[in-house]
């Protein structure tokens, strides 16, 4: 996928596994969110998903961090498993602030997130909410 697409969120009859958690907007939050995506992967039975949810997690939870953060308000990280897709979604208030793809230069130390979100997902892309947004990336269950 070259670009954030909006789709629509598994619907709940369809859902086998469900985590969603609130965190501060820290950088102690994108590792624990990180640890838990996939130590819940693994016990959903999917262990060779759970490196790939755990990158996920980190990207998306750093950009909600540095892009989508507002003093005070809390970010999510949904994790969804059904039996075709297992979902990231990390919501933050900020939804005037979207998400695009571009090419960083050699020496920037930032803007390869969501290169690697695009490369490793099967697809990816932006939901609107009412107050923020929620970018997700899903992975094929095989």
């Not at 990158?55 to 990280?77: D, K």
């Not at 090419?103 to 969501?114: E, M, N």
């Not at 892309?125 to 009412?130: D, I, L």
């Amino acid at each position: 996928m070259t670009a954030a697409q909006e789709t629509s969120a598994p619907t709940p009859d369809h859902i086998l596994r469900e985590d969603r958690v609130d965190y501060t907007p820290t950088a102690h939050s994108v590792v624990l969110s990180r640890h838990r995506a996939a130590r819940l992967v693994l016990q959903w039975g999917h262990p060779a998903l759970a490196g790939d949810a755990a990158l996920l997690v980190s990207e998306l939870a750093t950009n909600a961090l540095l892009h989508g953060a507002i003093r005070g308000r809390l970010f999510r990280v949904h994790l969804t498993l059904t039996e075709l897709v297992l979902r990231v979604a990390v919501s933050d208030p900020r939804g005037e602030r979207l998400p695009s793809l571009r090419q960083p230069d050699a020496d920037d130390c930032y803007g390869r997130g969501l290169l690697v979100v695009a490369q490793l997902a099967d697809e990816w892309g932006v939901e609107p909410r009412t107050v923020g947004k929620t970018v997700f990336a899903e992975l094929a269950v095989r």
